[in-house]
């Protein structure tokens, strides 16, 4: 089975620039998860959605970024305008009732 | 709420000796708690998880884990380690009474595990 996937895998982009980092969840998973990964910062909780509506956006850092789940195939997270302290891995993760979360190869973002 | 420490940044063990990577809990109901791996340049990849049940759990790549309830602890173990075995750990907790439909985890904030050759 193909596991999550998100692309691009290698983002570089100038500063002022809109970003979007896109994600296909395992198929038949109820929740997706959007994390961004910094040495300085670890692991951090930016969004989630169960079953494509948006349960808690508090780690979202600000205006700039949105994420949005059309269908239960597909979510995007839109950073705009892109400032170079958003650089980052992003991962996008989804579960089902297992309760485990499986993790997509991730999104590195330089933003210059 | 709920939450993770995993007090050593940095565990380093020699090849063939058993490994041990610490993790205790908060929680204010039951605990769902797993074990991810993340090697260099990829996602995390999923480990072993505690739900119910023996409080020994096994999971990928001959690791273990411990549940102690009185401990709140949840620490992970391989009898042998290897040079592969090199990586990021993540312990990570949900809270069962977190409410119907949120499957939010908390992670903590990794160990560096290096196994000497």
């Known amino acids: 089975d193909a596991g999550v996937i998100q692309s691009p895998r290698h983002e570089v982009t100038e500063m002022g620039q809109e970003v979007t980092l896109r994600c296909k969840p395992i198929s038949g998973h109820n929740s997706l998860f959007w994390y961004r990964q910094t040495m300085m910062r670890g692991l951090e909780l930016l969004i989630y959605?169960?079953?494509?509506?948006?349960?808690?956006d508090s780690g979202m850092p600000e205006d700039r970024f949105s994420a949005k789940m059309p269908n239960a195939s597909f979510s995007t997270l839109k950073i705009q305008p892109s400032e170079p302290r958003d650089s980052a891995v992003y991962f996008c993760?989804?579960?089902?009732?297992?309760?485990?979360?499986?993790f997509g190869p991730g999104t590195r973002l330089t933003v210059t | 709420a709920q939450s993770v420490a995993q007090p050593e940044d940095q565990v380093n063990v020699a090849e063939g000796n058993p490994l041990t990577v610490k993790c205790t809990y908060s929680v204010s109901g039951n605990p769902y708690l797993f074990w991810y791996v993340q090697y260099p340049n990829r996602g995390l990849q999923f480990l072993l998880k505690?739900?119910?049940?023996?409080?020994l759990v096994k999971g990928s790549y001959g690791f273990e884990a411990e549940f102690n309830k009185s401990q709140t602890s949840f620490h992970l173990k391989k009898p042998s380690a290897l040079v592969s075995d090199s990586a990021l750990y993540f312990c990570?907790?949900?809270?069962?009474?977190?409410?119907?439909?949120?499957?939010?985890?908390?992670f903590g904030k990794g160990t560096k595990l290096s196994v000497i050759p």
């Open positions: 990570a907790v949900r809270d069962v009474n977190s409410g119907a439909g949120s499957y939010q985890l908390t």
């Open positions: 505690y739900i119910t049940g023996d409080n």
């Open positions: 959605f169960n079953n494509n509506v948006p349960i808690d």
């Open positions: 993760a989804s579960s089902s009732l297992t309760h485990e979360q499986y």
